[in-house]
């Protein structure tokens, strides 16, 4: 269905045929569960460590784009690419230093 037959149709028609779809559906189920993944990871993680852990979703979109789908990505995302993963690990680097520091002040309190 193109934009113009859209715009000329009867909205109860298009709700109905959404409401029918099961790609819509299946859609709808994939975003559940990734909302309660990302509940459950904030229930064990600081934001600060989650997001970016996340956000590594775009740098799988672009390698799969790429390889899968053969499209062509500029310069400019993979530059994208590399400044997310960079971000990623230097999140990740600092939250294993935190925890370390953690379970030093507490085995230090420990033997006090």
């Known amino acids: 269905m193109t934009m113009k037959e859209i715009g000329s149709s009867n909205w109860l028609v298009l709700l109905s045929r ?3 779809s099961p790609t819509l559906w299946v859609g709808t189920a994939l975003l559940t569960v990734s909302f309660v993944l ?29 390889y899968f789908l053969n499209e062509v990505v500029s310069l400019t995302r993979w530059m994208g690419v590399l400044f997310i993963s960079v971000g990623v690990i230097l999140v990740l680097r600092s939250e294993r230093q935190k925890a370390h520091r953690e379970r030093e002040e507490i085995l230090g309190s420990g033997s006090r």
């Open 18 to 20: 959404a409401v029918e």
């Open 38 to 66: 990302f509940a459950s990871a904030l229930s064990w993680a600081d934001l600060s460590f989650v997001v970016p852990a996340v956000s590594m979703e775009v740098v799988v979109n672009v390698f799969f784009a790429s």
